[in-house]
């Protein structure tokens, strides 16, 4: 099974930033795609961020577009979430998630992928 582990949140001010981690490990990580979700309570899990195996595309929620940057270090087997400009409403616990061979078109749904983090907390005070 593959393993993914979150790391990085915390409670940030607004308008500040955080750079999330998930590190994976037990499969081969390079030919996985990756995916960011995130739940706040009383919310449905939202789709944030995705990149495909390479590294060379990237998908972003209408919401954190222009704030979140999604980026991958195959040779550290890490996936990272960079966020900026918080807001409160960016409050919730953060998800990484990998699947093999995920179309780009499924990318955004949490459904597609069969492997998940335990979550990172963010919390932004206002």
């Known amino acids: 099974q593959v393993q993914l582990v979150e790391s990085g949140g915390g409670l940030v001010q607004a308008g500040g930033s955080l750079r999330l981690s998930c590190a994976a490990s037990?499969?081969?990580?390079?030919?996985?795609?990756m995916g960011w979700f995130r739940q706040a309570p009383g919310k449905e899990r939202e789709f944030v961020a995705a990149i495909n195996w390479s590294g060379d595309n990237t998908y972003y929620a209408n919401s954190v577009k222009g704030r979140f940057t999604v980026s991958r270090d195959n040779a550290k087997n890490t996936v990272y979430l960079q966020i900026n400009s918080l807001k409160p409403e960016d409050t919730a616990v953060y998800y990484c998630a990998a699947e093999t061979d995920l179309p780009h078109l499924i990318m955004i749904l949490a459904g597609a992928y069969d492997y998940w983090g335990q979550g990172t907390q963010v919390a932004v005070s206002s």
């Open positions: 037990g499969r081969t990580f390079s030919r996985y795609a």
